[in-house]
Nanobody, 125 residues
Framework: EVQLVESGGGLVQPGGSLRLSCATS????????VAWFRQGSGKGREGVAA???????RYADSVKGRFTISQNNAKNTLYLQMNSLEVEDTAVYYC???????????????????WGQGTKVTVSS
């Protein structure tokens, strides 16, 4: 059974940092695709960062240079390090996984068939 459980969200001031974690089970990082998405209030879900089975990483333009996606095989955990946070980064963040075939744009929702429950990030002074 595939399970994804996010943690690490919270309230942070603009310019601050947070690290989100996604504890996974049933995900094999060298053969499956994983990603982080976010959904702000009144907005659609947006792909933020993706890590393919071959190790290719993609970032949304809005977070390039500020966010870093990584994984720890031994801990079965996916991370999203977020630096220089902006008010516009406020959203619920979700991790997602595609087991087996990963077809489509790495930052597109349709690629992923498993989702976590989300963790809320609020950037505010």
């Amino acid at each position: 059974e595939v399970q994804l459980v996010e943690s690490g969200g919270g309230l942070v001031q603009p310019g601050g940092s947070l690290r989100l974690s996604c504890a996974t089970s049933g995900v094999t990082y060298n053969s499956d695709c994983v990603a982080w998405f976010r959904q702000g209030s009144g907005k659609g879900r947006e792909g933020v960062a993706a890590l393919s089975a071959g190790g290719m990483i993609r970032y949304a333009d809005s977070v390039k240079g500020r966010f870093t996606i990584s994984q720890n095989n031994a801990k079965n955990t996916l991370y999203l390090q977020m630096n220089s946070l902006e008010v516009e980064d406020t959203a619920v963040y979700y991790c997602a996984a595609s087991i087996g075939l990963c077809i489509g744009s790495p930052l597109g929702e349709s690629v992923y068939n498993y989702w976590g429950q989300g963790t809320k990030v609020t950037v505010s002074s």
